[in-house]
């Protein structure tokens, strides 16, 4: 299959994974439509950690620099609505590893930060790559855009659907050497990634709570079921 038909396929169906599968196994036509900014699994840039995937992306929309996808990356995710200890342990942890690239979800709260943190950062989007999503991470958008590198399954300005969140966590996951975990509830997209990332045998390190901080109740969790904690040495003080 040419690489511009599996991009027309992305288009078409909005990149979503499941319609552009039946689409290649019934070889459906599709008028060819050409985009610049899409890595197809057939290009020799595509990565070769998403090759571990149960569902590896078809095609990647990309905005930023795909050079670094061949550097060191980890992942460092937690909540959207995160507590202070849990901030300033994402900053410090980023400080900590500017000799390599920080992966996130371009969300609010810990994604965000550690994208603002990291000296080299790769966001991965749960939708369209034109879309802005939240909102409030603007600026942020367009600072990666410039001087970083955003992903996306998703074509143009399609909507951020719930479900394309938890599907686009598996991306974080593979990418990564390791996934961070800075705070975590145990029904989130935290948790997802984790799961991904057990299962490709990722590294996942945790940061630890004080006992009665009712925030690290799932990070400690974790820890105890045999996730590793992150060392002070991994942080920049």
């Known amino acids: 299959m040419e690489r511009e038909l599996l991009i027309s396929y992305a288009l078409f169906y909005g990149g979503e994974y499941m319609a552009i599968r039946k689409a290649i196994l019934e070889q459906r036509p599709v008028l060819n439509r050409h985009i610049e900014n899409a890595?197809?699994?057939f290009d020799p840039e595509y990565p070769i950690e998403l090759r571990d995937l149960r569902y590896p992306p078809y095609v990647l929309f990309y905005k930023g620099d795909l050079t670094l996808l061949k550097e060191e990356k980890i992942a460092i995710v937690g909540s959207r609505k995160p507590c202070d200890y849990a901030l300033k342990?994402?900053?410090?942890?980023?400080k900590g590893n500017t000799d390599k690239v920080i992966i996130s979800g371009l969300a609010k709260g810990i994604d965000a930060k550690a994208h603002w943190s990291a000296s080299k950062t790769i966001a991965i989007s749960g939708c369209g790559i034109d879309r802005i999503y939240?909102?409030?991470n603007a600026g942020l958008y367009e600072e990666i855009e410039k001087n970083g590198l955003i992903?996306?399954?998703?074509?143009?300005?399609?909507?951020p659907y719930?479900?394309?969140?938890?599907?686009?966590n598996r991306i974080i996951a593979a990418l990564a050497s390791k996934i961070y975990i800075m705070q975590s509830a145990d029904r989130s997209g935290?948790?997802?990634?984790v799961n991904e990332g057990l299962e490709?045998?990722?590294?996942?390190k945790v940061l630890p709570y004080d006992l009665f901080d009712s925030n690290g109740i799932s990070n400690n969790r974790l820890i105890y079921e045999g996730a590793e904690p992150i060392l002070s040495e991994e942080i920049a003080i």
């Open 200 to 204: 490709l045998g990722r590294s996942i």
């Open 134 to 136: 939240p909102f409030e």
């Open 190 to 193: 935290t948790m997802t990634t």
């Open 89 to 94: 342990a994402t900053e410090c942890l980023c």
């Open 151 to 159: 992903l996306s399954e998703y074509p143009g300005m399609i909507r």
């Open 162 to 168: 719930a479900y394309h969140f938890p599907f686009r």
């Open 39 to 41: 890595l197809t699994i």
